[in-house]
């Protein structure tokens, strides 16, 4: 991802949920995916996809059970 793409997907973040403390990160391994965070914490990944011209973002949290109340 282009580091333009990085910031408007870290702005829709934060304005969506409200949520200054989000940071995007690019990953070193996958240049089609970045990762997220609140803060420090690691908290989901977003995937890029392109079809037939058209770009979508995939964003893919996964919870733990032993981190539920």
């Known amino acids: ?3 333009q ?3 408007k ?3 829709y973040l934060r304005d969506k949920f409200n949520m ?7 990953r070193r391994e996958d240049a ?3 990762e997220v965070y609140i ?3 690691f908290i989901a ?3 890029r996809d392109e079809d037939e011209g058209e770009i979508s973002y995939a964003y893919t949290m996964t919870i733990l059970e032993m981190d539920l109340p």
């Open 9 to 11: 997907l870290q702005t």
């Open 1 to 3: 991802m282009t580091p």
């Open 32 to 34: 089609c995916s970045v």
């Open 20 to 26: 200054p403390s989000i940071r995007i990160k690019p």
């Open 39 to 41: 803060g420090e914490e």
């Open 5 to 7: 793409e990085i910031g």
């Open 45 to 47: 990944t977003i995937y």
